[in-house]
């Protein structure tokens, strides 16, 4: 083959993968964008029965997304906030709950008592690589919950808190197929 072809080809090559990436990447940020993770934790709390109440701070305040909830078995109320990875969020927590309050912050498979970024980001990338082949269940975005409740109160029911990124419920919520797993926050 001629210099001029093998050239061309390359060419055709590298230009080919830029168009495929640029749209891999759009397509990445209109799924991400279509994750709205407030509505899928308010989906996930009344699928366990629970009264969703209304948050009293309105948008477009950063406190707008929080969730307000109350369990039978409590008086006061329960809240989930959700917040991306790199938001400090001890200082916007403490503005809506309580120093009593019992705090967990959960992302997919990992539940722990302090905002563990790296934690979050090994994990979100663990399910990014999975989602390249179909192989995880969730919807890989850049959004964990921090979820507040009374210290004094039981947490009955106990509520699976990965279904918030979960794949199949996000599609029945949406009424569209699956979206495609690789969304927000682009390839690593």
């Not at 080919?16 to 991400?32: C, G, N, P, T």
């Not at 989602?131 to 959004?143: E, N």
């Not at 979820?147 to 949406?174: F, L």
């Amino acid at each position: 083959m001629s210099k001029l072809a093998l050239r061309a080809a390359l060419l055709s090559a590298l230009l080919i993968s830029l168009a495929i990436k640029h749209r891999s990447i759009a397509a990445r940020d209109d799924r991400s964008a279509a994750f709205d993770a407030s509505l899928a934790i308010t989906d996930v709390i009344q699928s366990y029965g629970l009264n969703v109440l209304e948050n009293p701070v309105k948008p477009p305040k950063m406190l707008a997304k929080v969730v307000y909830f109350q369990r039978a078995n409590c008086s006061r109320q329960s809240l989930v906030m959700p917040l991306t990875f790199n938001l400090e969020a001890a200082p916007l927590l403490a503005r809506v709950a309580p120093q009593d309050y019992r705090r967990v912050y959960v992302y997919a498979d990992i539940s722990t008592p302090d905002q563990d970024r790296v934690a979050f980001y090994i994990e979100w990338l663990k399910h990014y690589v999975l989602a390249l082949t179909g192989g995880t269940r969730y919807i890989p975005v850049k959004i964990a919950i921090v979820v507040a409740e009374p210290a004094e109160c039981a947490a009955t029911p106990t509520i699976d808190w990965r279904t918030v990124w979960d794949r199949e419920r996000h599609a029945k919520q949406s009424g569209s197929s699956a979206p495609d797993e690789t969304s927000e926050g682009g390839a690593p």
